[in-house]
């Protein structure tokens, strides 16, 4: 393992019978930085991250965590090897109370879990999952139930549960979907100073240029299932060809 | 448990156990109160799958009477320790509810639903169609179980408080089961079974030791019922069982645990005092049913309790 490495993704491609979401992509994401993938709608980022997490198997290609190869293991394990995810689509528990969201997430990392005495005792999370609410603002919404929240309370509780797994990678799949503008420059801020305080590494995908730009170390952009620039923010934002994806080329 | 719960607890099941000093509890009513109860506690076991872990099994019915079998099978070569009667449920009950869950769990949805119920086809039809253990006519004529040597349930009373105790022991676990950890992975999973797997839970394990918990439950009922009825017959096996199984936590009300309970015990009551009059009872008991599912879609629990969001959202 290469010094500082926490993942790596090694030339992995992805077909859906004829079609090629995903063609020979790498990436090596740092321990501590935030790096983004970015790409117009249909690019194959969801794909990338569903692949990374364990929901897809890749067709081709390795996907290595912390020096050990994770490629076609469920996402159940995955995650015991310090991978969470957020969705695009709000993912969440709908009809159990915030806290219940959340305990229920933070109980899947106490050494209870999974053995006999789980039947009969319930591990006391209390502490961590009042932590993780009063850190995104949701400790007076404890009590609804999740459907009953906002929007933008919803995409922030999923964030919640992903991080209740303590992760040392957490991928985020457009967090800020759905999101007024204004939401989405608090939303930014906070995910960055977390993802900071707790030393995690976060993968983020996002369709708006505007919101990676002010908190990723380094983008890579994918166009058609390809990676076709990969650097830090300024150097993607002047790449002709980045400039021609997103603007959609004059030749054509 | 909270402590107001478990006066309540106590408050009823010392009714229950109060029941037979009253005067007018003939033997007729003594057994009538045993079915009302042991259906409660079958459907209160189904109620871990469906209103807790979002899984309709259509096979309740097969781990019922294989329970039950497994009593007559024992009594029948003169086996008559209680102990030992469901203690072969247990095992045999077990085996098959590992087998079918194993696969079962493979499938969502509907296909859970038909798995469970083509497995338990099979089951009848062995049962029915062989006569390895007595074909059509079952195992008749079956001696009283005896709690320890000597001391028979032979009596309607004897019977009813063995049903009583069974049923306390079974609502009790199933509180501890839904409060514990393993519950709340179960609701989730319920809830939205894909994000549970993401925070790093192995969901058919969840599923199958649900499953098996389900089943091992509703066999100790079935091993209790030739107790009362003397016999243990395929139709028993039935599938249309399993689907008065579903009825019995429909009407009471999903995710509740005593809801299923009083469903069952409604349901029997319902049946038995409707069919003394007319021959046609199905008829009425079916359009009490459709009232209950039209008025009270959350169950007859709903009645007496205000709604708070989804069933089982509240629970423990």
């Known amino acids: 393992m290469e010094d500082g490495v926490l993942l790596e993704v090694e030339s992995v491609s992805k077909s859906f019978g004829a079609l090629a979401a995903l063609a020979r992509v790498s990436l090596t994401v740092r321990a501590g930085e935030v790096f983004s993938v970015i790409g117009p709608n249909g690019a194959g980022k969801s794909t990338l991250f569903n692949v990374v997490a364990g ?8 996907v290595v965590l912390q020096g050990e190869e994770i490629t076609g293991l469920g996402p159940e394990v995955i995650n015991h090897r310090g991978l969470a995810k957020t969705f695009q689509i709000t993912n969440i528990f709908p009809g159990i109370s915030v806290y219940d969201n959340v305990r229920v997430a933070a109980q899947s990392r106490v050494p209870l879990s999974g053995r006999l005495p789980s039947l009969w005792r319930r591990p006391d999370v209390d502490g961590p999952v009042m932590e993780l609410l009063a850190a ?3 400790t007076g919404r404890r009590h609804e139930l999740a459907q009953h929240l906002s929007h933008g309370e919803q995409r922030y509780l999923e964030i ?6 303590d992760p040392t990678l957490l991928l985020l799949d457009e967090p800020t979907a759905g999101m007024t503008p204004g939401e989405t420059k608090g939303a930014t801020a906070l995910i960055r100073q977390i993802a900071r305080s707790r030393g995690l590494t976060v993968l983020l995908i996002e369709h708006d240029m505007s919101v990676v730009m002010g908190i990723s170390d380094r983008i890579a952009v994918l166009h058609f299932g390809e990676k076709i620039a990969e650097g830090p923010p300024e150097a993607i934002r002047s790449d002709p060809q980045v400039i021609d994806a997103y603007l959609g080329g004059a030749e054509d | 448990m909270s402590k107001a719960v478990s006066w309540r607890v106590a408050l009823v099941f010392g009714a229950l156990a109060a029941l037979p000093l009253t005067p007018w509890m003939s033997k007729y009513y003594m057994l009538l109160a045993f079915d009302a109860l042991l259906f409660g506690a079958v459907a209160m076991s189904l109620d871990l799958l469906m209103g807790y872990t979002g899984l309709v099994s259509f096979g309740h019915a097969a781990f ?4 039950a079998y497994s009593t007559a099978v024992l009594l029948e070569r003169g086996v008559l320790s209680l102990w030992l009667c469901l203690g072969l449920a247990v095992v045999v009950v077990g085996a098959y509810a590992l087998t079918v869950s194993y696969f079962a769990t493979t499938r969502r949805g509907i296909y859970f639903a038909l798995l469970t119920l083509i497995f338990a086809e099979v089951v009848y039809t062995f049962f029915r169609y062989t006569q390895t253990f007595g074909g059509s006519d079952g195992i008749q004529g079956l001696p009283a179980a005896q709690l320890l040597p000597g001391v028979a349930i032979d009596t309607p009373v004897r019977i009813y408080y063995l049903v009583v105790a069974y049923l306390l022991l079974a609502y009790l676990a199933c509180r501890v089961l839904v409060w514990s950890h393993f519950g709340r992975v179960l609701v989730a999973i319920r809830e939205n079974e894909d994000r549970a797997r993401f925070l790093g839970y192995n969901v058919q394990r969840y599923k199958m030791g649900v499953c098996l918990i389900s089943a091992i439950l509703t066999g100790l009922a079935g091993a209790l019922y030739p107790g009362r009825a003397a016999y243990a017959t395929p139709d028993l096996l039935h ?25 069952g015990a409604f349901f029997i009551l319902l049946q038995e005092k409707v069919s003394s009059y007319v021959e046609w009872y199905s008829i009425i008991v079916g359009l009490v049913l459709v009232l209950i599912v039209l008025f009270a879609p959350r169950g007859l629990l709903s009645f007496r309790r205000a709604p708070r969001g989804r069933p089982g959202g509240e629970a423990a």
Do not use: K, N, Q
Not at chain 2, 64 to 67: H, K, Q, V
Not at chain 2, 244 to 260: D, S, Y
């Open chain 1, 55 to 62: 929901l897809y198997a890749p067709t081709a290609g390795r």
């Open chain 1, 136 to 138: 995104f603002g949701l």
């Open chain 2, 239 to 263: 599938w249309s069982i399993s689907g008065e199984f579903i009825i019995m936590v429909m009407i009471g009300g999903l995710g509740t645990l005593v809801g299923p309970i009083i469903g």
């Open chain 1, 160 to 165: 919640c549960l992903a991080l209740a797994t």
């Open chain 2, 64 to 67: 019922f009477g294989l329970g």
